[in-house]
Nanobody, 121 residues
Framework: VQLEESGGGSVQAGGSLRLSCAAS????????MGWFRQAPGKAREGVAA???????LYADSVQARFTISLDNARKTLYLQMDKVKTEDTAMYYC????????????????WGQGIQVTVSA
């Protein structure tokens, strides 16, 4: 499994940004894919995840602001980030796991290289 993130960059607080994660060499019929982030000096934390049944899970800090989705045909995972806050600034990673839906980092075995998101006040 290879994962590659794109769509990061800089945005002002209150704005929106959409991250994408293209999956290649991926042939599983059941799966869980998720977004994680790591701010400087902090541990990596789970942000959102979606499994092959369409079940989603969000961290409390992004609930009602971020939306995770998956285009199966294009094997691309998305994270729509709305009403962003300065505390959303971090390196964002996509990862691959197995069902059920989870945002526990130890459950993930494959990772992208990460992409930076910077939110300015």
């Amino acid at each position: 499994v290879q994962l590659e993130e794109s769509g990061g960059g800089s945005v002002q607080a209150g704005g929106s940004l959409r991250l994408s994660c293209a999956a290649s060499r991926y042939s599983y019929s059941t799966y869980c894919m998720g977004w994680f982030r790591q701010a400087p000096g902090k541990a990596r934390e789970g942000v959102a995840a979606i499994d092959s049944d369409g079940k989603t899970l969000y961290a409390d800090s992004v609930q009602a602001r971020f939306t995770i989705s998956l285009d199966n045909a294009r094997k691309t995972l998305y994270l729509q980030m709305d009403k962003v806050k300065t505390e959303d600034t971090a390196m964002y990673y996509c990862g691959s796991s197995n069902p059920p839906v989870t945002i526990r980092e130890p459950d993930y075995g494959y990772w992208g290289q990460g992409i930076q998101v910077t939110v300015s006040a």
